[in-house]
């Protein structure tokens, strides 16, 4: 069974700061690798999504940044708006298909003015 | 372009009872997954279907089941409720393959009492 450790649980970061959240797994047979956002009363929402060929990718102010020999990706949310305030999942898929996904535990984003 | 709709939105039930949930896949969209998410927890796989088969099972008991119907949306049932069967039920949808991203509903919040 897949593990996927997220951290930290909650994040307070000021207006135009950098938000930063970490993810960690343990199988590496795997070719996708996403972050959902999720608002209150909502359903997660793909933020952005890197594939292990690449170390980086970045989308606007969102980054992910990928170590497959630590077997770790993570966040980076550059010039943090008070819009950004969610919920954050990383995961990670079971079968090396984008469908059947394991989630983190998630980390509560809170961007403050 | 209607995306991922599930209804109802909330369900109030008493334990022992069954109830059905029901998703309408992203328009072009042929494969479904369900997910539970606990409060303050990630989204937990159920099961996914593509071809009107369970194709894929996490580790939930029979209790829960599913069916796909020929226009692609799909059903969740859950017998023998449980207090702890309380959560929101995702649904997600996606185009069969390794590279179709997931794409969630709002979810069904589902109470037992």
């Known amino acids: 069974q897949q593990q996927v450790k997220q951290s930290p649980q909650s994040l307070i970061v000021q207006k135009g700061g950098i938000s930063i959240i970490n993810c960690a797994y343990e199988?590496?047979?795997?070719?996708?690798f996403p972050w959902y956002q999720q608002f209150p009363g909502k359903g997660p929402a793909l933020l952005i999504a890197i594939r292990p060929d690449v170390s980086e990718k970045k989308e606007g102010r969102f980054t992910i940044s990928f170590n497959k020999s630590a077997k770790q990706f993570s966040l980076h949310i550059m010039d943090s708006q008070p819009g950004d305030s969610a919920t954050y999942f990383c995961?990670?898929?079971?079968?090396?298909?984008?469908?059947?996904?394991?989630f983190g535990t998630g980390t509560r984003l809170q961007v403050t003015l | 372009d209607a995306g991922v709709t599930q209804s109802p939105t909330h369900l109030i039930k008493t334990r022992g009872q069954q109830v059905t949930l029901r998703c309408s896949p992203k328009s072009g969209h042929d494969t479904v997954s369900w997910y539970q998410q606990a409060l303050g927890q990630g989204p937990q796989f159920i099961f996914q279907?593509?071809?009107?088969?369970?194709?894929q099972r996490g580790n939930f008991p029979d209790r829960f089941s599913g069916h796909q119907f020929p226009n692609y949306s799909s059903e969740l049932n859950v017998n023998a409720l449980l207090l702890g069967d309380s959560a929101l039920y995702l649904c997600?949808?996606?185009?069969?393959?390794?590279?179709?991203?997931?794409?969630f509903g709002n979810g069904t919040r589902l109470t037992v009492t």
């Open positions: 199988n590496t047979a795997f070719d996708y």
């Open positions: 279907y593509y071809e009107e088969e369970e194709r």
């Open positions: 997600a949808s996606s185009l069969d393959g390794d590279n179709s991203p997931l794409h």
């Open positions: 995961a990670v898929p079971n079968t090396g298909t984008a469908s059947k996904l394991t």
